[in-house]
Nanobody, 115 residues
C-alpha cells in the first residue's frame, strides 16, 4: 500500500501551502486519515485528522490556520496550511488508519517556513 504525499516546499512566514496525500480507493474509503509532522529533534505529532465520516480534529497549535479535508472521489486527503509560522517547519507525513486495524504511512514531505 502506498500513500503518495506531495505539496511541501519553502514558504515565507504568513504564506500558505496545500499538502496532498493519495492512496488506493480500497484503502482510502475505509480509512481515518491524518497528517502528522516531525521537526528535527522532536517527536512526531498529530497535526490534523479526519475520519472516514469526515469528522475532524486539530492540534491546538494549528487551529484556525490549517484545514484538513478529503475528496473520496480522488482518494486524496488535503491539508491546507495558512498563516504559516517558522515553528511549522517539519517533515509532514500522512497516515491511513484502515478500519482501525492497520496503519499505513506516507513517505513524508518537507515544509520549511523561513524568510
Amino acid at each position: 500500500v502506498q500513500l503518495q504525499a506531495s505539496g511541501g516546499g519553502l514558504v515565507q512566514p504568513g504564506g500558505s501551502l496545500r499538502l496532498s496525500c493519495q492512496t488506493s480507493g480500497v484503502i482510502f474509503r475505509d480509512s481515518d486519515m491524518g497528517w502528522y509532522r516531525q521537526a528535527p529533534g522532536k517527536q512526531r505529532e498529530l497535526v490534523a485528522a479526519i475520519t472516514s465520516g469526515s469528522s475532524t480534529n486539530y492540534a491546538d497549535s494549528v487551529k484556525g490556520r490549517f484545514t484538513i479535508s478529503r475528496d473520496n472521489a480522488k482518494n486524496t486527503v488535503y491539508l491546507q496550511m495558512n498563516s504559516l509560522k517558522p515553528e511549522d517547519t517539519a517533515v509532514y507525513y500522512c497516515k491511513a488508519n484502515f478500519r482501525r486495524l492497520r496503519i499505513y504511512w506516507g513517505q513524508g514531505t518537507q515544509v520549511t517556513v523561513s524568510s
